[in-house]
């Protein structure tokens, strides 16, 4: 079982950053492939990134592409998102999660690949 905990959400303006982090515990998560999914009210939940399991290989939805970054250290069993240049339409629940989807080969742009979720934290951007 793991236990993932988001942190780092908040109230930025438009063209600001911020950096969420993704608390692992329960166990390790250096055989995970992690992503982070966000979700605005009324919405589906949607992908943004994804890191392999040993961060060499990552993936961004078109939307967030150039401007968010994500990252892991394995040895805190951590994950992070870094968001720049972030824009209303960014405010969302940010919800990060545990596949092996991605270097298996298998889909990993919908949810129903994922086995273990956090409670998610909320990213709000004003204009």
């Known amino acids: 079982q793991v236990q993932l905990v988001e942190s780092g959400g908040g109230l930025v303006q438009a063209g600001g950053s911020l950096r969420l982090s993704c608390a692992a515990s329960g166990r390790t998560i250096s055989g995970y492939d992690m992503g982070w999914f966000r979700q605005a009210p009324g919405k589906e939940r949607d992908f943004v990134t994804i890191?392999?399991?040993?961060?060499?290989?990552?993936d961004y939805a078109d939307s967030v592409k150039g401007r968010f970054t994500i990252s892991r250290d394995n040895a805190k069993n951590r994950v992070y998102l870094q968001m720049n240049n972030l824009k209303p339409e960014d405010t969302a629940a940010y919800y990060c999660?545990?596949?092996?989807?991605?270097?298996?080969?298998?889909?990993?742009?919908?949810?129903?690949?994922?086995?273990?979720w956090g409670q998610g934290t909320q990213v709000t951007v004003s204009s």
């Open positions: 999660a545990t596949t092996r989807g991605y270097s298996s080969g298998r889909y990993y742009k919908s949810v129903t690949g994922y086995d273990y």
């Open positions: 890191i392999s399991w040993n961060g060499d290989s990552t």
